[in-house]
């Protein structure tokens, strides 16, 4: 078997085969042993005519397909070991010649990882967002602890009002006609929560509970349900509970009740070495982003189309998971509910996989031109970091990884490395985040995958 690399050419490789003819008689006899038994020839059981008759019937190339399906990947596999090649997708074969007692002659393209050229990535001038926690931060957060865990205490002389839990029967029609998704008992509704339809909270507040009273809404033009949109609709609306938040006075007791701590002190020490460290991640991600935009500036990298559209595909998966787990929605239906066809959405996120993409491939050549790599035992360390942060076992973690998951963790291992190493050898420039305004810090990461929701109207 000969494999001759004829050229590399815009990241496609083009690889020549040839087998012997000794070879593909060999390939075209397992092809016939492997599939004799599908073919009927009169006088003899499945699976027991001769070769050269069942040939005679369906003619001599009846096994080339499956013998070219023996030989093509072993070749294409040492032409790829033999030159070293990194192919990036499945290569695309041609057959010239096959026929019983000459040589198999086949030629494959096969789109190979680009080369990135990179220089100056030593020295880079970049910027650190430092987020100092305030004192009003902590105060806020322990105002949204105090919020979460409110008591509901039953109203019965007063009207509802914005905020109040209100616990609702309604019908609704359009034209008298009940219509699908208009019924429900003992609904749970916050007043002020926005979850109805624009004028249906607002006419509910202000009611007593016992009261019943019609509640007139129009359905959006662009609702997500077309047999309801630009609808006038009546709900028949009795308030049978009122239920109002009562929150929890802020002392040591407050601090028992809803943490490990003894008192208020504790807790909001907590609190804030939580914000602490959510804002040192923060911090360490703005770094990398910044490290990423100048690594990108000085890269020259071209980055064959079929990468990118693997990494849309990559973001693609995560978001349907992402969706599948927050909102029970699978893609088809999220794209229904936003108007988007998938297309549309695989537009979205090409910019993200571009970057994406250019940021693996520059972090793996910055590895290899500083021979950076994991040891076993930097591999066994962040393994037990992993079974320690999802609670479990070691040895029963390490069981449940298969070998493309540890080469996934050891591929994590190497980035932290190569970006420990670019942030060393980094000028930073400290930033410090305004605290009066009231923002976020926005760091781009290179595999992130925005959240999507759904903000489309809910029906009622």
Do not use: W
């Not at 004829?6 to 599939?35: G, P, R, S, W």
């Not at 038994?37 to 003899?44: D, V």
């Not at 992993?386 to 390490?398: D, N, R």
């Amino acid at each position: 078997m000969k494999v001759n690399l004829e050229k590399i050419e815009k990241n496609t490789a083009y690889l020549n085969f040839e087998v012997d003819a000794e070879q593909l008689e060999k390939a075209i006899q397992q092809a016939y042993k492997k599939n004799a038994k599908r073919f009927a020839i009169p006088g003899f059981r499945r699976g027991k005519a001769p070769r050269k008759l069942i040939e005679m019937h369906y003619g001599p190339e009846v096994f080339y397909e499956e013998a070219m399906q023996i030989l093509l990947p072993e070749a294409y596999q040492k032409g790829v070991e033999e030159y070293k090649l990194q192919p990036v997708d499945q290569p695309k074969f041609d057959v010239q010649q096959i026929e019983t007692g000459k040589p198999l002659i086949a030629s494959a393209e096969v789109v190979v990882k680009p080369e990135v050229k990179i220089e100056d990535y030593k020295g880079l001038e970049v910027e650190k967002v430092v987020h100092n926690v305030t004192e009003d931060e902590v105060e806020k957060q322990l105002l949204i602890i105090q919020e979460k865990n409110a008591r509901l205490v039953a109203v019965e002389d007063k009207a509802a009002a914005e905020g109040d839990i209100a616990i609702i029967d309604f019908e609704g029609s359009i034209d008298n006609e009940p219509f699908e998704g208009g019924t429900a008992e003992n609904y749970p509704l916050q007043l002020g929560s926005g979850m109805f339809i624009k004028g249906f909270e607002e006419q509910v507040i202000g009611m007593m509970p016992g009261e019943t009273k019609d509640v007139s809404v129009t359905f959006p033009k662009d609702y997500n349900a077309e047999e309801l949109a630009g609808k006038n609709a009546v709900f028949t609306v009795t308030l049978k509970e009122l239920k109002r938040k009562e929150l929890l006075p802020l002392d040591d007791d407050f601090a028992k009740d809803v943490s490990e701590f003894d008192t208020l002190a504790e807790l909001k020490e907590d609190i804030k070495n939580k914000l602490q460290q959510e804002a040192k991640s923060v911090e360490e991600n703005s770094l990398r982003a910044s490290i990423i935009d100048k690594l990108i500036e000085k890269a020259e990298v071209d980055i064959p189309e079929v990468m990118i559209n693997h990494e849309v595909d990559n973001i693609l998966l995560k978001l349907a998971i992402n969706l599948k787990q927050s909102t029970g929605f699978d893609l088809t239906t999220y794209l229904e509910s936003t108007g988007m066809t998938l297309q549309e959405l695989r537009d979205r996120y090409q910019d993200a996989a571009v970057r994406n993409v250019k940021t693996s491939l520059i972090l793996e050549e910055v590895g290899k031109l500083e021979n950076i790599t994991v040891t076993d035992e930097e591999l066994e360390n962040k393994i037990k970091e992993l079974a320690e942060m999802y609670k479990k076992p070691l040895e029963e973690y390490e069981k449940s990884l298969s070998p493309e998951n540890k080469e996934g963790i050891k591929d994590l291992v190497l980035t932290e490395k190569i970006f420990d190493f670019l942030i060393e050898n980094s000028n930073i420039i400290e930033k410090v985040k305004d605290n009066t305004k009231d923002d976020t810090i926005e760091a781009k990461e290179a595999d992130i995958v925005d959240d999507e929701s759904d903000n489309s109207e809910k029906t009622v």
